[in-house]
């Protein structure tokens, strides 16, 4: 007797395969940690925004004595806290309202108890408590400080990955002006008036200059389109004086700029239609519209 019929695996359930199509991938760690962070700074700002919003609360009820005592209870009440918690998140903001939910008892605990010894609520919540936030200058699952150091992130001259984040890995994207691991080298086309191990100030070439080793046409490494080596420097090229006329159509003058030129049109004519033609003066086209013969039928008598 031969062997029976190979076994065939069995089929995932077809809404399984729905999911795995449908459901997009989930973001990755380092970028669930960013989310988290500002997930949870929000929720700080939304409660600061709380706390401005109901100290505005105005019983009006004329007994001044009576509205201080029943404003100093609601002051630190859980009525007050209940009102600003319903408004801390949007209700399509799944992570805020998610957050809020699960720590729910630790914002209950600061109000209570914690508040007067921790007023920054951001700062006790999000980086010391639940630990989704860095300090600033920090970045990371440790809050390890930035490239530059956590008081000049990137030598103040660019950002750095993840910072105040638990997310990022703290290396350095540099300003236009600055380059290298730490921003403190001077990109192309600038050159450096102050370099420390603290401090790196770039400044840009002048516009004569591809590129430059310090200020200066004498500086250049070198000299930009419309400029030219002379006597060591790099100067405009006056492109009005080359022996070939660069402006060639006719009634149009050249004029000289910085590293380029212009052609426009000489003085008494305009330009239409890309031609320089003769401008018309208001006066002449009264006085063409005043001398043209008149037809008002007295020409039969």
């Not at 660069?246 to 910085?258: A, L, M, W, Y």
């Amino acid at each position: 007797m031969g062997p029976g019929p190979a076994l065939r695996p069995a089929r995932p359930p077809l809404l399984l395969l729905v999911l795995v199509v449908v459901l997009p991938p989930l973001p990755a760690a380092g970028e669930r940690r960013r989310l988290a962070c500002s997930t949870c700074r929000g929720i700080a700002d939304r409660f600061n925004q709380g706390l401005a919003d109901t100290a505005k609360k105005n019983f009006g009820g004329g007994n001044t004595a009576w509205e201080e005592k029943t404003l100093s209870k609601y002051e630190s009440s859980e009525i007050r806290l209940v009102e600003i918690i319903e408004n801390l998140c949007d209700s399509s903001n799944f992570e805020c309202n998610n957050m809020v939910e699960e720590h729910e008892e630790h914002i209950e605990k600061w109000w209570f108890k914690l508040k007067k010894k921790y007023p920054d609520l951001f700062k006790w919540f999000c980086i010391e408590t639940i630990e989704v936030c860095c300090p600033a200058g920090t970045y990371g699952p440790d809050c390890l400080a930035c490239r530059g150091g956590s008081e000049r992130p990137c030598h103040g001259n660019g950002h750095c990955d993840g910072d105040g984040t638990r997310g990022g890995d703290g290396s350095c994207s540099c300003n236009k002006e600055y380059t290298g691991e730490f921003c403190l080298d001077c990109a192309s086309g600038y050159y450096s008036t102050l370099r420390n191990d603290t401090h790196s100030v770039c400044t840009a070439c002048h516009a004569s200059c591809v590129g430059c080793t310090g200020e200066g046409s004498d500086k250049c490494k070198t000299c930009a389109s419309g400029y030219m080596k002379e006597d060591e420097k790099c100067t405009d090229i006056d492109e009005c004086n080359l022996p070939e006329k660069v402006c060639i159509k006719e009634n149009e003058d050249c004029v000289n700029t910085s590293g380029s030129y212009k052609c426009v049109c000489s003085e008494g004519f305009e330009d239409k239609d890309g031609m320089c033609v003769q401008t018309v003066k208001t006066g002449e086209e009264v006085e063409t519209e005043t001398t043209e013969p008149s037809h008002t039928g007295h020409e039969d008598l």
